[in-house]
C-alpha cells in the first residue's frame, strides 16, 4: 500500500505537487456512494464451449430502451458491470438523452483466438434483448468494426439495431448511422474519434474554467485506446502539451511534450506501441508510474478503478478527468477531495460518444449525409455542450466546495422506468 510520503518523480527525486484550488467548503461525503436503486435486470450466462462468464446488466428503461456498450477483458465481474451500467444511467440523463442505461461484460482474454467466437455467442444468447431492448456499441476490448461484424453475422445488421428497427425508414437510419461512423475526419473515423474529442474538450473545459492558458497545461494519459488516443490526438492538436501516455507495456514520458501523432502510428493491433522506434528523447518508465508524473490534468483512460486509495496520494495534477468508465473508486475520489483535486466524472467526461450516438440516431446531426456537415454539426455540439457541463462542475466546486460528481448528479433527470412511454423515442 501507498504510504503518505513525498511524492517522487520518474527518477527518484521529489517532485512539487501543483498547487489546486482548494474548496471553500469541502461535504463531509466528499464522494457519493455509486449504488442506489437496483438495476432493472441482470443477465449472467456461461459460454458452453469456453466456460467464460458474461452479464448484461440494465439499470434503467426509458421509452424501453437501454443503451451502452459491451466490454471483454479477463477478470471482470458482475459487480463492474453494474457499476458501469449504473454510469450510463447517469450518462444519459445528463445529457437529456430518451433512453435508459445498460452494460454488458464478459470475462475473457480479448486477444484469446477463441475471443470472437465468445462475443459471437454472447450476442446471441443476448438477443432477446439487442433485438428489441439493448443498443449496444464498442467498450474495452471490444473494437465498434468487430461488434457489428457480430451483429452482421447474426442477422442483425449493427449494434445499434434495436434502436434502428424503431425508425419508420431503418434502411435510411441505418444508412445515415454508417456514414456517420465512417465520416473521415482528422485523426481518423469519425465515430473511432468522436468519444476522445468529447474528452479533450473536457481537458480545455477544466483548463478554462481555472483560467489555464492552453499552451501552457500540461497532460498525462493512461491509455491509448479509441477513448485515450483519440483526447491525445486532440489535445495536441489544440496545443496542450501531453507529457505522458500510458499503454499496457509501460509509460513514456517527455516533459517537453510527446509527439503524440509519431506515436499513435506506432500503435498494433492491441494499442501498444511499438518501443524500438520511439522518438529521441523519450524516457520510458513503468506502466504505473503516469498516475504520479507531474501534469496539470491526468487523463485515465484504460480501465475501471484505475484511481484507488492505494494510490491517490502518488496523483501529482490539479484535476482528473475520467475518460475511463469508473476510473475512481469513491473512497480514491474523497482523498482526491481533501486534498483540492477534483475529478470530473465519466458520466459528463466520457459521454461524447454516446450522447453522439444518440444525436445521430435521433437525427439531430447528420441527416445531410454530407461527411463534412456531419462533423462540424458533431464537434460543434459536442465541444459547445461539454464545455458549458465542465464549467457549471468546476465553477461549483471553486466557489462552494461540492465535488464535480455531485454537481453531475445533479444534471441528470429521472430516469426511473417509463416503457410505457415507447412512444417518446422518435427516430427518423
Known amino acids: 500500500m501507498t504510504t503518505m510520503q513525498e511524492p517522487m518523480g520518474p527518477l527518484g527525486t521529489p517532485i512539487e505537487v501543483p498547487a489546486a484550488p482548494v474548496p471553500a467548503v469541502l461535504p463531509a461525503a466528499a464522494a457519493p456512494a455509486r449504488r442506489d436503486r437496483e438495476p432493472y435486470l441482470r443477465v449472467t450466462w456461461t459460454d458452453p464451449v469456453t466456460g467464460a462468464r458474461g452479464h448484461l446488466v440494465v439499470h434503467t428503461l ?76 464498442e467498450d474495452l476490448g471490444v473494437p465498434q468494426h468487430l461488434i457489428d461484424e457480430v451483429f452482421a453475422r447474426i442477422g442483425l445488421g449493427q449494434s445499434y439495431h434495436a434502436a434502428i428497427s424503431r425508425s419508420a425508414d431503418p434502411a435510411a437510419t441505418l444508412a445515415r448511422v454508417r456514414q456517420g461512423l465512417d465520416a473521415r475526419v482528422p485523426g481518423g473515423l469519425l465515430g473511432d474519434v468522436i468519444g476522445g474529442y468529447g474528452v479533450a474538450h473536457a481537458c480545455l473545459g477544466a483548463a478554462s474554467a481555472f483560467g489555464w492558458a492552453v499552451a501552457g497545461t500540461t497532460v498525462a494519459i493512461q491509455g491509448i485506446g479509441t477513448m485515450g488516443g483519440g483526447a491525445a490526438w486532440y489535445l495536441h492538436e489544440a496545443g496542450m502539451r501531453v507529457v505522458a501516455m500510458a499503454d499496457a507495456a509501460g509509460t513514456l514520458y517527455d516533459p517537453a511534450g510527446l509527439d503524440v501523432p509519431a506515436l499513435l502510428e506506432l500503435r498494433d493491433g492491441f494499442g501498444e506501441i511499438d518501443r524500438t522506434r520511439l522518438p529521441a528523447g523519450v524516457a520510458q518508465l513503468p506502466r504505473s508510474a503516469v498516475v504520479g508524473l507531474p501534469a496539470d490534468v491526468f487523463v485515465p483512460a484504460a480501465i475501471s478503478y484505475a484511481i484507488t486509495p492505494d494510490n491517490s496520494y502518488d496523483v501529482a495534477a490539479r484535476v482528473v478527468v475520467e475518460a475511463a468508465n469508473a476510473a475512481t473508486t469513491p473512497e480514491a475520489e474523497a482523498m482526491l477531495a481533501a486534498r483540492g483535486v477534483p475529478v470530473v466524472p465519466d458520466f459528463v467526461a466520457n459521454a461524447g460518444a454516446a450522447a453522439w450516438a444518440w444525436w445521430l440516431l435521433l437525427g439531430r446531426v447528420g441527416m445531410s449525409r454530407d461527411d463534412a456537415v456531419t462533423a462540424e454539426e458533431s464537434f460543434t455540439m459536442l465541444r459547445t455542450q461539454m464545455a458549458d457541463k465542465v464549467r457549471l462542475l468546476l465553477d461549483r466546486w471553486v466557489a462552494d466546495g461540492v465535488p464535480p460528481r455531485l454537481t453531475g448528479l445533479g444534471l441528470a433527470v429521472s430516469d426511473l422506468d417509463d416503457t410505457a412511454a415507447r412512444s417518446a423515442l422518435v427516430i427518423p
Not at 94 to 119: C, E, H, S, T, Y
Open 62 to 137: 426509458r421509452s424501453g430502451i437501454a443503451t451502452g456498450g459491451t466490454r471483454m477483458r479477463a477478470g471482470c465481474t458482475l459487480s463492474e458491470v453494474e457499476d458501469l451500467a449504473r454510469g450510463m444511467a447517469a450518462k444519459t440523463a445528463a445529457f437529456d438523452l430518451p433512453v435508459g442505461g445498460a452494460k454488458g461484460g464478459i470475462d475473457f482474454d480479448p486477444k484469446d483466438p477463441r475471443a470472437v467466437g465468445v462475443l459471437e455467442r454472447f450476442c446471441e444468447a443476448m438477443r432477446p434483448w439487442i433485438d428489441a431492448h439493448w443498443v449496444t456499441a
